[in-house]
């Protein structure tokens, strides 16, 4: 079997053993998210890709003009709302976008995915290539700085271990300003057993405070400069 066929038929099985069990319950609180946090980034009409979109749970909720996806999972596209273009390739080769076609990149629990920093970092050229003078990436992950001992590793496929401050210094140098870095955001996972309830999602997130304690997820914003 080829390299890239044995790759995809990986996710397909990770993907199935770690979240479709629970693709009701994220898709609830990607919604909430959404609604509480992160619509505010993302004007109503703006072109926005979801980078490593898996099962579609922000890139179909999120309010826009225009939608992308990209994966290499052959499965995603049947989870994606039909409004959503999708692009099945490496993150780390040429999008097919035009430069300043986006005004918005997001992406969420991807980047610790990669196999090494040169990838990351033709993918964070990529994004800063596709998007217009003052569009944002939007990126959250896992601070192996502030996720519980060990823990990082206990997912089979996360290879790159990124903190807030290595990622926003990796953003930088291909050309975005940073203008968000937070250490601590989201907790840690949503593919567990615990599923709190939405509306203490909601006041977890109306309260900032409880991201030290609780938050091991980054949060960085990078802007592309205006012309």
Not at 3 to 26: I, M, V
Not at 86 to 100: I, V
Request: net charge neutral; hydrophobic share 40%; with cysteine.
């Amino acid at each position: 079997m080829s390299e890239p066929n044995t790759k995809t038929s990986e996710l397909q099985s990770l993907y199935r053993q770690r979240f479709d069990s629970h693709t009701a319950y994220r898709n609830a609180v990607w919604q909430t998210l959404i609604r509480s946090y992160f619509q505010r980034l993302v004007p109503a009409n703006a072109a926005i890709l979801d980078l490593g979109c898996g099962y579609g749970e922000f890139i179909n909720n999120v309010q826009a003009g225009r939608k992308y996806g990209m994966d290499l999972n052959p499965e995603s596209p049947a989870h994606l709302a039909a409004e959503v273009q999708f692009f099945a390739q490496d993150c780390s080769q040429p999008w097919p976008l035009a430069e300043g076609t986006l005004d918005v990149v997001f992406t969420s629990n991807f980047f610790e995915h990669l196999p090494d920093k040169p990838t990351l970092r033709r993918t964070l050229q990529e994004a800063h290539r596709c998007l217009r003078p003052g569009g944002l990436l939007i990126a959250l992950g896992p601070n192996i700085r502030r996720t519980p001992p060990g823990a990082y590793w206990d997912f089979w496929d996360h290879t790159l271990c990124l903190t807030d401050r290595s990622l926003a210094e990796g953003m930088s140098t291909v050309g975005f300003e940073i203008r968000t870095k937070l250490d601590s955001f989201l907790p840690y996972t949503m593919s567990g057993t615990s599923q709190p309830p939405q509306w203490m999602i909601r006041l977890y997130l109306a309260l900032p405070i409880l991201w030290r304690f609780f938050g091991h997820q980054f949060l960085i914003v990078g802007r592309k400069a205006s012309a």
